[in-house]
């Protein structure tokens, strides 16, 4: 059969994921030492995976409410407060199957096909697909590493048309570690008043921040709350990735849509995850200290590594990933990376997976021990000075 006139055109003319191309080569070899994933290695601290434990043994093994079990609402409520200072009902908040799905019903629920949606470049690989399968435009905006990677009034004005539906706002940010400062976001938030755009933020990374100031979200800055989707969720904050659970929060108008598409699509998310949520909630604030102090150390230590092996590295302040520049050895970013990997065993991703702004850099996470991330930075800059000795 010819399976081309059967597929769906849009789906079937994306680019395949370029961070994955890297782990499929690297997987196929022995003893690669990887810079490359960018999950948390901690063990999802043992309370909370007792929680879901019992949840199972009280046999709780049925669907939830579509939009997530209320008591789990309630917390994520309290919990937005508490950390943020953000006010919310529970009325507004879906709880999906991870950030991911949060950002699809957000994007689904907001735009219309034609529509454009500005998505800042480099950041995480999903944006720009669901915005073409929903049958809307992606217009990217570059990001650049003089401003830190942060998205200036200049930029977004330049992009913003009559056709301009949604921002996608990614901070803290994967790949760079960039974050958005209040009063960086003062500064872009009258524009997205003056132009009634929405504004899609992804904020899965929030409790991860290093410098003195905290995470602010853009739904606290004035007027920007009612136009504003938030997407969490707990499998970067709790080490959770594999439970798959996140949320949204948003006006409720918008959180009816995004759920009767939820409704449609998933039914509810996870029940173990959602049980094991609310004690992550209540009783897990001291976990997260724990392995942003952690990620701080690491941070540290591979920052200054790339910055002494001669690839600048701007400081980042968030998430958990450094993206130093590979441009004074004067290959393209997938250069770098392949020829890294084969010859020392080393993965990471090149920048250009992350949008065209991205090339001349590589994402390097630093979710790995300390002997891990030591043995790569050894490497490397062996890497390195083979490469200028060769000149
Ligand atoms: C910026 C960003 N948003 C969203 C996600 C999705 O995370 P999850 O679906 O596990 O919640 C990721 C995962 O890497 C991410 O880096």
């Known amino acids: 059969m010819d399976y081309s006139k059967k597929l769906n055109s849009k789906a079937a003319a994306l680019k395949p994921s370029g961070i994955r191309k890297f782990f499929d080569i690297s997987e196929q070899m022995d003893n690669v030492i990887s810079l490359g994933v960018g999950e948390p290695d901690f063990q999802t601290p043992w309370h909370i995976r007792r929680a879901g434990i019992e949840s199972l043994e009280g046999g709780k093994t049925r669907y939830t409410a579509n939009r997530g079990m209320e008591p789990l609402r309630k917390e994520i409520v309290k919990y937005m407060k508490r950390r943020f200072n953000l006010t919310y009902d529970p009325n507004e908040v879906v709880v999906t199957v991870g950030g991911s799905e949060a950002i699809d019903l957000a994007v689904r629920a907001l735009v219309e096909p034609g529509d454009e949606v500005l998505i800042p470049q480099p950041s995480f690989v999903c944006y720009e697909p669901i915005v073409t399968l929903a049958g809307g435009v992606p217009v990217t905006i570059e990001l650049k590493s003089y401003n830190n990677f942060v998205l200036t009034p200049e930029q977004l004005e330049s992009k913003i048309t009559s056709k301009t539906k949604a921002l996608v706002l990614p901070y803290p940010s994967n790949p760079t570690g960039g974050i958005m400062l209040r009063q960086d976001l003062e500064k872009i938030a009258p524009i997205i008043k003056k132009h009634d755009l929405m504004v899609i933020s992804d904020e899965i990374y929030a409790e991860l921040t290093f410098g003195e100031d905290r995470h602010v979200s853009i739904a606290?800055?004035?007027?920007?709350?009612?136009?504003?989707?938030?997407?969490?969720?707990?499998?970067?904050?709790?080490?959770?990735?594999?439970?798959?659970?996140?949320?949204?929060?948003?006006?409720?108008?918008?959180?009816?849509?995004?759920?009767?598409?939820h409704q449609f699509a998933i039914m509810s998310a996870p029940t173990t995850s959602q049980y094991a949520a609310i004690d992550a909630l209540k009783n897990g604030d001291n976990d997260i200290k724990k392995m942003r102090n952690e990620y701080n150390a690491r941070r540290r230590l591979v920052v200054n590594g790339f910055n002494e092996i001669g690839l600048t590295c701007f400081e980042p302040l968030g998430a958990f990933y450094a993206f130093p520049s590979i441009k004074s050895t004067g290959l393209t970013s997938e250069e770098f990376c392949e020829k890294l990997l084969y010859s020392k065993k080393v993965a990471m991703v090149p920048g250009n997976a992350f949008g065209d702004s991205g090339e001349g850099f590589v994402r390097v996470s630093y979710c790995y021990s300390v002997e891990h991330l030591k043995e790569a930075l050894r490497r490397t800059a062996e890497f390195v000075k083979e490469l200028k000795d060769g000149e």
């Open 220 to 261: 606290e800055i004035p007027d920007m709350w009612e136009r504003t989707v938030i997407v969490s969720g707990f499998s970067k904050t709790y080490s959770m990735t594999g439970w798959r659970l996140g949320y949204a929060l948003a006006p409720e108008p918008i959180i009816s849509l995004m759920t009767k598409i």
